[in-house]
């Protein structure tokens, strides 16, 4: 293990900010990776191959152009890449995301009442009003702002967590909003806020139960939510096959058991991570990094992209397990780091 401020400064300069200077860095071997050889090399080089040409540094493009020619997968990867461990302190943690489905309106009716809106065009870069003060005033009403009207605030809620969702209006069609921004506060875990009042014991904490919980209390369930002070506004996105997974962070469908969501400030967006998942359902999977979320925060945080829909949403919601995440690095990337 290389525990050196050169070493953390350099790959904090390949990465989105300077919070990689307090990790510890693990140059392993590729027989560490448990569960390696049986993966499925060819799935994991077609899903990169979708974004690596959007990475940056001196050493991407040329692997980009490789990934592209369609070479022996696991060969790839062994040869152009090294794979190294980054830890800040924090216990690991793997939870799950999902594209939700869910039914809506381009009107308000009596039963779509909750507006998805559009970044107002005076939203600035530092914090704004939080989701307790845009709820309560007013502030977006009557601008022309809302793209589409939800029937459940939680369902509201829950969409702006996941970042991105498909709404099926009355007369069967469909639209895909995708994120459009936020109002720059800090998210905050309702679930965790629901056992911290004793509202519910935390086994018991889950989407359903949240949502059931909620309806039956709706005064306290409105304050509940605002615990939450951050939101998230949307946009339409018409460029995307309803085949393929919704837009991540480098503005590319993501794909479901194959894209991650990582902090960007500890793994760099579109490398290839292999991910070691245990708990009840255990995972062993060479990902890409393709997405970021307002709640992964941390070198050995991921949240896995599980689907689309009611089923994809089950499955991520079961998903709350420790592990390991291991990032692959272009070997001379790596070389560079350990030289330091």
Do not use: C
């Given at each position: 293990m290389i525990r050196a401020a050169a070493l953390a400064a350099a790959f904090a300069a390949m990465t989105a900010g300077g919070a990689a200077a307090e990790a510890q860095y693990s140059f392993l071997e590729w027989d560490d990776l448990d569960g390696w050889?049986?993966?499925?090399?060819?799935?994991?080089?077609?899903?990169?191959?979708?974004?690596c040409g959007d990475l940056e540094g001196p050493h991407w493009p040329a692997i980009c152009a490789v990934a592209k020619s369609d070479p022996p997968?696991?060969?790839?990867?062994?040869?152009?890449?090294?794979?190294?461990?980054?830890?800040?302190g924090e216990a690991p943690l793997f939870t799950g995301y999902f594209e939700p489905e869910l039914a809506g309106s381009l009107v308000r009716t009596t039963t779509f009442r909750y507006p998805l809106y559009r970044r107002p065009p005076e939203l600035p870069s530092q914090p704004w009003l939080t989701r307790r003060e845009i709820e309560t005033t007013g502030i977006l009403d009557g601008r022309d702002l809302e793209i589409a009207w939800l029937?459940?605030?939680?369902?509201?809620?829950?969409?702006?967590?996941?970042?991105?969702?498909?709404?099926?209006?009355?007369?069967?069609?469909?639209?895909?909003?995708?994120?459009?921004?936020?109002?720059?506060?800090?998210?905050?875990?309702?679930?965790?806020?629901?056992?911290?009042?004793?509202?519910?014991?935390?086994?018991?904490?889950?989407?359903?139960?949240?949502?059931?919980?909620?309806?039956?209390?709706?005064?306290a369930g409105a304050e509940l939510l605002h615990h939450n002070p951050s939101y998230v506004f949307f946009r339409e996105v018409t460029r995307v096959p309803p085949n393929r997974g919704p837009l991540?962070?480098?503005?590319?469908?993501?794909?479901?058991?194959?894209?991650?969501?990582?902090?960007?400030?500890?793994?760099?967006?579109?490398?290839?991570?292999?991910?070691?998942?245990?708990g009840e359902e255990?995972?062993?999977?060479?990902?890409?990094?393709?997405?970021?979320g307002s709640a992964v925060k941390g070198a050995q945080r991921a949240d896995i992209f599980f689907g689309t829909g009611d089923e994809a949403g089950e499955v991520a919601g079961r998903v709350r397990d420790s592990g390991r995440l291991v990032v692959l690095l272009p070997v001379d990337t790596a070389l560079d780091l350990a030289a330091q």
């Open positions: 050889s049986a993966d499925s090399h060819d799935v994991a080089l077609s899903v990169f191959s979708e974004t997968a696991r060969e790839f990867f062994e040869r152009l890449f090294l794979p190294v461990m980054i830890e800040d029937s459940d605030p939680v369902d509201k809620f829950f969409l702006q967590v996941q970042g991105s969702g498909r709404i099926r209006l009355p007369d069967g069609r469909g639209i895909r909003v995708g994120f459009g921004g936020k109002n720059g506060h800090p998210y905050r875990s309702i679930g965790n806020e629901m056992v911290r009042r004793g509202y519910l014991p935390e086994h018991q904490v889950s989407a359903p139960m949240i949502r059931r919980w909620v309806a039956d209390n709706p005064v991540g962070a480098m503005n590319r469908s993501i794909t479901a058991g194959r894209s991650v969501a990582i902090d960007p400030e500890f793994v760099p967006l579109g490398a290839p991570v292999w991910l070691e998942k245990g255990p995972l062993r999977r060479l990902m890409v990094a393709q997405d970021t």
